[in-house]
């Protein structure tokens, strides 16, 4: 089982920019294909990106596409989620997490998570 440990998060002004890091224990990090999830207050926890094994192939949620950029670096077992112009409603926990399966956007594809990291916005 991999052990997940997201760092970044904060207090931002809208406009304003952050970056989300998930570090990874274990040498079989860069098997697996990762995402970045976010549940906001008295919602269901939602997809906003993944990427494959060796960062060729990315997905993005409609609403973070064109502002959120998800990479990693397989030789520090990270992956990483560059969130620009953010906005009130982006306001979340923000969880990372392990998927066996290519780029997938259903929390039941993912094994291992992450124990959270408060991103919020203020407008």
């Known amino acids: 089982q991999v052990q997940l440990v997201e760092t970044g998060g904060g207090l931002v002004q809208a406009g304003g920019s952050l970056r989300l890091s998930c570090a990874a224990s274990g040498r079989t990090f860069r098997n697996y294909a990762m995402g970045w999830f976010r549940q906001a207050p008295g919602k269901e926890r939602e997809f906003v990106a993944a990427?494959?094994?060796?960062?060729?192939?990315?997905k993005y949620a409609d609403s973070v596409k064109g502002r959120f950029a998800i990479s990693r670096d397989n030789a520090k077992n990270t992956v990483y989620l560059q969130m620009n112009s953010l906005k009130p409603e982006d306001t979340a926990v923000y969880y990372c997490?392990?998927?066996?399966?290519?780029?997938?956007?259903?929390?039941?594809?993912?094994?291992?998570w992450g124990q959270g990291n408060q991103v919020t916005v203020s407008s």
């Open positions: 990427i494959n094994w060796n960062g060729s192939g990315t």
């Open positions: 997490a392990t998927s066996d399966s290519y780029l997938r956007v259903a929390r039941n594809d993912y094994r291992s």
